[in-house]
């Protein structure tokens, strides 16, 4: 079974630029979780899909950050504009159903370098 | 609100060492309870998990036992090795609804021959 997959693994932009983070989930999985690990921290949840629907995006930084997920499947999570406190490793991860009892599978992470 | 707190890195061990590294908890009712390990570059695995209290969660020589009466899910392994060294992250899933994890800072481990 495939994992979670991610691009790009690694970004450096300059503060004020934007990016965009792609993640492709695990075959049927209905939830899709974004999160932010700064370095030396734990990863903090950014946004949190069911199916389509946002289902918590209470940590999300709405000025600047905006996370999508098309068809119940793919998502892309953008910064407009990056600040130097953006830098970080964003991580996906998916779960089959969000049940609190479910285990959740994380890709390999895109490491933000912001200038 | 719900909280983790992981005693803080980093730990060096020699191999064949015993590892404990205490996992308290903040939460109401019976959260679910995780480790999830982070090997250098990976992303992070699930190692373990209980979710309900006095059960015990094992994989790969690592055992952690859900304590209610303490709020706590310590990791324990009775030998580690050099490919044990990773960070190792406590994380916990409140009781009912949606998933909503929160993690701890994580424990670096490293192990020497």
């Known amino acids: 079974e495939a994992g979670v997959a991610q691009s790009p693994r690694y970004k450096i932009i300059e503060k004020r630029q934007s990016v965009a983070f792609w993640c492709n989930p695990i075959?049927?999985?209905?939830?899709l979780y974004w999160y932010q690990q700064i370095l030396g921290q734990g990863p903090k949840l950014l946004i949190q899909f069911q199916n389509n629907g946002v289902v918590d995006d209470s940590q999300l930084p709405k000025d600047r950050f905006s996370a999508e997920r098309l068809k119940g499947v793919d998502s892309t999570l953008k910064i407009q504009p990056a600040k130097l406190e953006d830098s970080a490793v964003y991580l996906c991860a998916s779960s089959l159903t969000g049940g609190f009892t479910d285990t959740q599978y994380f890709g390999p992470g895109t490491r933000l370098t912001v200038l | 609100g719900d909280s983790v707190t992981q005693m803080e890195g980093p730990v060096t061990l020699s191999e064949e060492a015993f590892l404990t590294i205490n996992c308290t908890y903040t939460?109401?009712?019976?959260?679910?309870l995780f480790w999830y390990v982070q090997y250098p570059g990976e992303g992070l695995q699930l190692l373990l998990k209980a979710t309900k209290a006095d059960d015990k969660g094992s994989n790969k020589g690592f055992e952690a036992t859900y304590r209610k009466e303490t709020t706590s899910f310590h990791l324990e392994k009775g030998s580690v090795q050099v490919s044990d060294s990773a960070v190792y992250f406590c994380?916990?899933?409140?009781?009912?609804?949606?998933?909503?994890?929160?993690f701890g800072i994580g424990t670096k481990l490293q192990v020497i021959p």
């Open positions: 994380a916990l899933i409140p009781e009912g609804g949606y998933q909503k994890v929160t």
């Open positions: 939460a109401t009712g019976y959260p679910s």
């Open positions: 075959s049927g999985h209905a939830t």
